[in-house]
């Protein structure tokens, strides 16, 4: 069905008064917007669409049974500003990182557990987590791992469709956000958090800016402490202070030692699966890996790993495949060669 042709029968039932078709077809005709990647029109339809209904209801105008309707229209317009809702299988035997990093998470994941320890002295839940840190160095496995650990369902945020060019728009989406996880009790988990701090490069005012961080330090300040939010960046610095002030915990993560490097491996090859051609030259790879993040390294050698079992003579079938060593090696020079362009 063409746009058109919705666009007929919505000025036929206009016409007639026959609100409950009407509804259906727009809402169908807002369903066929999204799928033809038309999504401004969809969000305007639906937002025109629901503020009417709420009018008619204020006037007495429509039956109460349009609230389901109404809500229905907030869930679809709420899951627009969600990447993904995931539940996590993920603890710390996944997580390789300094030890400090594994405490503080530790100290988090505790004060939950024990929360009704805590209220009965009128303590406060820690509910807020800043982890910042270079690109791929845990922070957004270490949400997976308090989300498995705590057993929470986490909501991974879309920024791209909270921050608005549309004035106030942004700080909406955010309520919106806040709203749906303080009624499920679960994780927000928002990356990239220094771009709520940019709202500039879309066209907006310095005003516009300081509402968006103002509605995030409200929207902190009420959060139940049951419900969690974990924020991550790479910049910190472009972090409001007020902002960095409000969170109780701020988790640093950083590239990995040598030893790190080795524990990386150790978990990724854990299956028996795979062994180094050449046990010997492991250390000067590890060495060499200096410099790269735990993602970079994980990266080249699973891709190492890939590569040695194409290259096996397709007749044999060994019980466990050969990691070159030659091949990790290019692949690792190729990373770093690629991050100093």
Not at 49 to 65: A, E, F, M, P, S
Not at 66 to 80: A, F, G, K, P, T
Request: glycine share 4%; hydrophobic share 40%; with cysteine.
């Amino acid at each position: 069905m063409s746009q058109f042709a919705y666009i007929k029968d919505i000025a036929k039932y206009g016409l007639e008064n026959d609100q409950e078709k009407l509804l259906t077809v727009l809402n169908e005709l807002i369903e066929h917007s999204k799928k033809n990647k038309k999504i401004n029109f969809a969000l305007q339809l639906q937002s025109i669409l629901k503020d009417t209904i709420r009018q008619q209801q204020t006037n007495g105008l429509i039956k109460v049974g349009s609230e389901n309707h109404i809500q229905r229209l907030e869930d679809r317009e709420v899951n627009e500003l969600i990447l993904e809702k995931l539940t996590s299988d993920y603890t710390f035997e996944n997580l390789v990182c300094d030890i400090k990093v594994k405490k503080e998470l530790a100290y988090f994941i505790q004060e939950h557990q024990t929360a009704d320890i805590l209220r009965k002295y009128n303590l406060p839940i820690a509910n807020k987590v800043l982890l910042y840190g270079p690109s791929g160095c845990g922070k957004t496995l270490a949400s997976y791992v308090l989300a498995g650990e705590l057993q929470k369902m986490m909501v991974v945020v879309n920024l791209g469709a909270i921050v608005s060019a549309k004035l106030g728009e942004t700080s909406k989406n955010l309520a919106k956000i806040f709203r749906k996880a303080a009624s499920e009790e679960c994780i927000i988990f928002i990356d990239e958090f220094d771009s709520l701090g940019k709202v500039r490069d879309y066209n907006q005012d310095h005003g516009e800016m300081k509402r968006v961080v103002n509605t995030i330090l409200q929207l902190f300040d009420f959060l139940p402490q049951n419900s969690i939010v974990i924020a991550a960046t790479n910049q910190k610095e472009m972090v409001d202070d007020a902002l960095l002030r409000r969170f109780d915990f701020s988790v640093q993560f950083g590239l990995p030692t040598l030893k790190q490097i080795k524990e990386l491996i150790l978990l990724t090859l854990k299956n028996g699966q795979f062994t180094f051609d050449n046990k010997e030259r492991v250390d000067g790879i590890i060495k060499l890996s200096k410099g790269l993040s735990y993602y970079s390294i994980q990266k080249t050698l699973l891709t190492a790993i890939k590569r040695s079992i194409f290259n096996q003579p397709k007749q044999i079938k060994p019980i466990s495949i050969k990691i070159s060593i030659t091949i990790w090696k290019e692949l690792i020079l190729e990373e770093k060669k690629a991050l100093t362009k």
